[in-house]
């Protein structure tokens, strides 16, 4: 096994820490590596003495309850301000308590639901870094990620703060990270009125508890905020907790056996579905998102940097997602591996993630090429399976490479608005208003795709709930499509739909250029004709784009046949989707021609 991170950063604080004692700051951190040293530090709650700081009349207006459910300006919006509660299961009125979505990533990043905007906020904790629990497989990170979802899913309040509003106790924009994940500070309360005194640090409990190594800038913190990092990781060192950890094989929610076999037939062996999903779905019991499982396959497709294996057993198609932010030697499509990791069930479909590859450094577990007797790399012809739309949302061909075919001649997808079949619209896209965000619309930050269509023919707005030929097609937001005649990219889901509604009438696409004060909500009214282009003065009117489409189909569309289930669990539904902009899925023609 590869030595630990965070091991690492132990031994450099501990040579820092020796070589440039003169120059720091007095601090009761032990800068030995030793066990055996002197130094007494003691144990006090940092958590608790530590309070958020902003003023009171933020606080208050952070804190009191809207008349209804809709957007208030009068009230905090942490992508303005840089800071807002979230909603809880405790804390949602007026909103609905359905509206209340949380996603515990892992032990530092959340997905929250804002109180004000009811839109959705990726977190990424600030002034933290726990172990690695889902692209890759490390130490500690999955108990970190059960701490962080134990302490929220409890809490009865929850705010965010961005860095600067935590420095000055003032509103301020917060900062994004690569990821498009929004950079805050994370309290909660388990009190029923909350005062600021009341709420805990959750980025601080984290160091404090030994499950993160402080990684703040003290130039970017308040000073009493970064001593108490500072003293909360003394003491989660002294302590020895979790990561610090002195003792072997300690992390009981770590799988530190040797990798097991496991057939992709197995892992579809219905009678092995023990688990259960929300919406009652049932998922194999090899799915426990701890065990290290070793699976062989082709690698089919890649999107981004994660990628599909699938393989042919006794004449049957199975197939895996396999999810990575690093980009492999061996992931070439044709070639035959063997890929080792964790298994979860996300979203409707199997994903395995923790897989490493280290050419010098090569280690059990990690990726392999399958070699024949002579040694050499096994490579294959990857062939789309050609099956109907009916094959595909049976389910026998789960995360494999299909071609879609229609019951007659015909082979095109002709893309439509809307099927009740699936209860959801189309929707996506960079330039598309989010739709999740009724209240107060907000743009996309990446340019995922969602759209419906009927394979094999042609019907317009299709509303009937029997037809096995529509499809769902999902366009990821690593795959940038663009129009074959003038090469621009496509940047919403009108491209496929058309501008028309079923009345015949022209709606038309907007896009307000974000130099537009309240640009989203421009757009939005736009959109729904509360308000029209030409009310707009000219000087507003060149900012913004307004695009007619004529509806799209595509034809011999090829990709990954994968189950969907909403997070509601109330949808699931075989979708296509698309892997490459070239070849796979680009025939594209206007209906009529």
């Known amino acids: 096994m590869r ?109 929250l639901t804002t109180y004000n905007g009811n839109y959705t906020v990726k977190v990424r904790y600030l002034a933290v870094d726990t172990p690695e629990s889902t692209s890759e497989i490390e130490e500690w990170g999955k108990s970190a990620s059960l701490f962080n979802k134990g302490i929220l899913s409890k809490a009865k309040h929850v705010i965010i703060q961005s860095a600067k509003s935590a420095k000055t106790g003032k509103e301020a924009i917060p ?64 302590k020895k907790l979790h990561i610090y950890t002195d003792k072997v094989n300690s992390d009981e929610h770590y799988y530190y056996d040797a990798p097991q076999k496991l057939g ?35 690698v089919s497709r890649k999107v981004g940097n994660a990628f599909y294996i699938q393989d042919q057993i006794d004449g049957k198609y199975y197939g895996l997602y396999v999810f990575t932010l690093r980009s492999y030697a061996p992931i070439v499509i044709g070639n035959r591996i063997k890929v080792t990791g964790v298994l979860s069930f996300y979203g409707g479909a199997y994903e395995l993630s923790g897989v490493s590859y280290s050419f010098f450094n090569h280690a059990e577990g990690d990726i392999e090429y399958v070699t024949d007797t002579d040694g050499k790399k096994v490579t294959e012809t990857v062939t789309p399976v050609e099956v109907t739309a009916g094959q595909m949302a049976s389910g026998d061909y789960p995360c494999v490479l299909v071609k879609l075919k229609g019951t007659g001649t015909d082979n095109n997808i002709y893309f439509n608005t809307y099927f009740t079949k699936y209860g959801s619209n189309s929707f996506g896209g960079s330039e598309e208003i989010n739709m999740y965000n009724s209240a107060y619309p907000f743009y996309n930050t990446d340019n995922k795709i969602v759209v419906f269509g009927k394979l094999g023919s042609d019907t317009a707005n299709v509303t009937s709930s029997d037809s096995d030929d529509i499809i ?101 539904k075989y979708s296509l989707n698309i892997c490459s902009a070239r070849n796979d899925f680009d025939n594209f023609a206007e209906v009529g021609e």
């Open 472 to 572: 769902r097609v999902v366009v990821p937001s690593d795959i940038v499509l663009s129009d074959p005649v003038d090469d621009k990219a496509i940047v919403t889901y009108k491209y496929f739909t058309g501008t028309l509604n079923s009345a015949g009438k022209e709606g038309y696409h907007y896009y307000v250029d974000k130099t537009v004060e309240n640009n989203a909500l421009l757009a939005s009214q736009l959109e729904d004709g509360t308000k029209t282009y030409d009310s707009l003065d000219e000087a507003t009117k060149k900012a913004v784009t307004r695009t007619s489409f004529v509806r799209k189909k595509v034809n011999d569309a090829v990709g990954i046949a994968q189950n969907y289930i909403s997070a509601s669990g109330k949808t699931a």
């Open 175 to 238: 900062d994004i990270d690569t990821y498009q994940r929004s950079l805050a500070y994370v309290w909660y309360s388990n009190a029923d009125t909350p005062t600021q005194d009341t709420f805990r640090n959750l980025n601080l409990e984290l160091v404090y508890n030994g499950y993160s190594i402080f990684s703040g800038e003290q130039s970017e913190m308040d000073a009493d905020f970064y001593n108490a990092f500072m003293q909360a990781n003394d003491i989660a060192r002294y």
């Open 264 to 298: 992709l037939d197995t892992l579809y062996n219905e009678d092995y579905y023990t688990n259960t999903a929300a919406g009652g779905y049932k998922y194999s019991t090899y799915c426990d998102e701890y065990t290290h499982w070793t699976f062989e396959g082709v």
């Open 3 to 111: 030595k630990n991170k965070y091991l690492i950063a132990l031994s450099l604080i501990s040579f820092l820490g020796t070589s440039l004692a003169s120059c720091q700051q007095p601090s009761s951190v032990d800068t030995s590596s030793s066990s055996s040293s002197s130094t007494v530090i003691e144990d006090v709650d940092v958590v608790a003495n530590t309070h958020l700081k902003l003023d009171a009349d933020i606080f208050t207006k952070v804190m009191t309850n809207k008349t209804s459910a809709a957007y208030d300006k009068t009230k905090a919006d942490f992508n303005a301000t840089g800071i807002e509660r979230m909603l809880t299961d405790s804390d949602y009125a007026p909103n609905k308590q359905d509206a209340v979505f949380t996603n515990y990533v892992d032990g530092d990043t959340t997905q």
